[in-house]
């Protein structure tokens, strides 16, 4: 039987844009590998697949671009500095995700990104449960040959109802080197507020042997640059599910945020939020503080149009 192959699409909701052959990379945080997409060397070769829904792809294109931190872990519960560490969510994290779904459920989403982390990734997962659009996440698995090959999907109608997730460790929460494990508040009794303040939320000094937001950011942003922004400028329609601190770094490259401005953003767990992008340029649409539907995103023209082609569709 052949195998249905991932094709790029240049509008924006649909197919998912999956080169399953994609080349990997690996790099200094262990076993990780990173997509390529079929739409950087085989657009020549792609045919159109419709779907019911779509927002028109011309030089004025918009692409969404949902960013949410993962909902509450365990040791966020803990008050525990989890860094690099993969704890799963709490229950109020499991209804936080499913919330942030309900909050996004009528976004377009063509593509997922989630760090390697499993808070991160369960939140995606849980999120998209509630999403109108219908269409099943599916994580791809390209770490080796015959992982590429034992998750290859056969039906062309299948792919066409899927959602591509993207795992990369370059989306973790910043390393926290010798503080992961412990307690914030002892750690503050222990070394000092002011000490420990600086630590978590200064730019450029890093925890004892962990990564500074700026180191974090060097490899957060670099990814979100290299493999997400090239999806946005093709129209798809993205979500990342990362972390507090890996989302900051890329949150201060959206909003030109200097290094000051970011020491004071913070981001609750759970909560989603909105940009544009189109002509080259990010436009936030949702404010991080008090998500409600009618409150906080300020639909775009295209992005009312495709909520109403939902309600059409729901029976
Ligand atoms: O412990 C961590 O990994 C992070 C996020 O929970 O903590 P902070 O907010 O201090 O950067």
Redesign the pocket.
Known sequence: MMAATFKCQPTGLHGSGIDAAAPRSSGNFGRFYSMRFACNTRCNTLRHVHTPLSISHDSSTESSLILIRHGE?L??EKN????CCDVPLTQRGVEEAIEAGKRISFIPVDMIFTSALIRAQMTAMLAMTQHLQKKIPIIIHNENEEATTWTRVYSEKTTKQSIPVITAWELN??M?GELQGLN?QETAERYGKEKVHEW??SFDIPPPKGESLEMCSKRAVSYFKDFIEPQLKSGKHVMVAA???SLRSIMMYLDRLTSQEVTTLELSTGVPLLYIYKEGKYMSRGSPVGPTEAGVYAYTQSLAVYRQQLDEMSP
């Open positions: 872990s040791w966020n525990l500095f989890t860094g929460e910043r926290y914030k978590r939320r972390h507090g601190n």
